[in-house]
């Protein structure tokens, strides 16, 4: 099974989409809320992504690559290839 991993805050329209579109396709995820110590859990996230300035939210990675945030989730999904990184024999 795949792993996945998403970085949220509370607030967050877009995390609220993703979180939803992992659970309506039955993908179960990791979440890291940072909302409590947003300033810095940014900073952490940008440090461990490579992302420099200021890091925008969800950041969702599976099995270890980072994807990007929910516009990029939803891409993944509408072209098949969100299904295929579930699907593949090797997760």
């Known amino acids: 099974m795949a792993k996945v991993v998403i970085y949220t ?3 967050c329209p877009y995390c609220n989409k993703a979180k939803k ?3 309506e396709k039955c993908i179960e995820f990791e979440d890291h809320d940072i ?3 947003e300033t810095e859990g940014r900073k952490q996230l940008g ?4 992302i420099e300035g200021r890091v ?4 969702i990675i599976i099995n ?3 994807i990007g945030g929910y516009t990029d989730l939803k891409a993944l999904d ?3 290839k969100l299904d295929e990184l ?3 024999p090797t997760n």
Request: hydrophobic share 30%.
């Open 9 to 11: 805050v509370d607030y």
């Open 21 to 23: 579109l992992l659970k």
């Open 35 to 37: 909302t409590a110590n």
């Open 47 to 50: 440090e461990m992504l490579g």
């Open 56 to 59: 925008s939210v969800p950041q």
């Open 64 to 66: 270890g690559k980072h």
């Open 78 to 80: 509408e072209s098949g």
């Open 86 to 88: 579930f699907n593949s």
